[in-house]
T-cell receptor, first 116, second 110 residues
Framework: GAVVSQHPSRVICKSGTSVKIECRSL??????MFWYRQFPKQSLMLMAT?????????EQGVEKDKFLINHASLTLSTLTVTSAHPEDSSFYIC????????????FGPGTRLTVL | EDQVTQSPEALRLQEGESSSLNCSYT??????LFWYRQDPGKGPEFLFT???AGEEKEKERLKATLTKKESFLHITAPKPEDSATYLC???????????FGTGTRLTIIP
């Protein structure tokens, strides 16, 4: 199979602090990973595309200085929410594309961020 | 611009009552259509990829089919554990981004 993990699964932080979320592809190498945000009862909203060894590409309206993305290896991408505020509270989900000609995105289990 | 529309928005079925979920799409060039299942508080779980009209794939009580304009997810004799939101998505031409439908929230009543 194709397994993608995220850590942590839940995090609660104080306003103004930074939070790092890790996304790992456990049994395959992913040249491309994506970061999504999901609000209750809504579909996934793409935040950014992360490519190994290059800068992330952010969707319109997503602040790149607030949501820092690093894709350090073919199996790890991180999302850091800097100076978090209550409005950043959300469900963050990553996905990874398995190479070899397949476009299939495999999703992580998600991270619930609550900013107090 | 690629568009994906799912219907119905919500569906309640009795256990054992078969039905179908619809995913209509408009794309510049189909490079595949994906079906996912999402449980509350979890990330989407991959179910199927379909690449060409006429293709069918099955997994347990689920069967996905594809035409040139739409895809169906048929669920046969569903069980309560099949309750979830089912999402379909198509990859954008030229990159690997996905365009998602809004999903169908399926509830199977025991």
């Amino acid at each position: 199979g194709a397994v993608v993990s995220q850590h942590p699964s839940r995090v609660i932080c104080k306003s103004g602090t930074s939070v790092k979320i890790e996304c790992r592809s456990l049994d395959f190498q992913a040249t491309t990973m994506f970061w999504y945000r999901q609000f209750p009862k809504q579909s996934l909203m793409l935040m950014a595309t992360s490519n190994e060894g290059s800068k992330a590409t952010y969707e319109q309206g997503v602040e790149k200085d607030k949501f820092l993305i690093n894709h350090a290896s073919l199996t790890l991408s991180t999302l850091t929410v800097t100076s978090a505020h209550p409005e950043d509270s959300s469900f963050y989900i990553c996905s990874a594309v398995r190479g070899g000609g397949s476009d299939t995105q495999y999703f992580g289990p998600g991270t619930r961020l609550t900013v107090l | 611009e690629d568009q994906v529309t799912q219907s119905p928005e919500a569906l309640r079925l009795q256990e054992g009552e078969s039905s179908s979920l619809n995913c209509s799409y408009t794309v510049s060039g189909l490079r595949g259509l994906f079906w996912y299942r999402q449980d509350p508080g979890k990330g989407p779980e991959f179910l199927f990829t379909l690449y060409s009209a006429g293709e069918e794939k099955e997994k347990e009580r689920l069967k996905a089919t594809l035409t040139k304009k739409e895809s169906f997810l048929h669920i046969t004799a569903p069980k309560p554990e099949d309750s979830a939101t089912y999402l379909c998505a198509v990859p954008n031409f030229g990159n690997e981004k996905l365009t998602f439908g809004t999903g169908t929230r399926l509830t199977i009543i025991p």
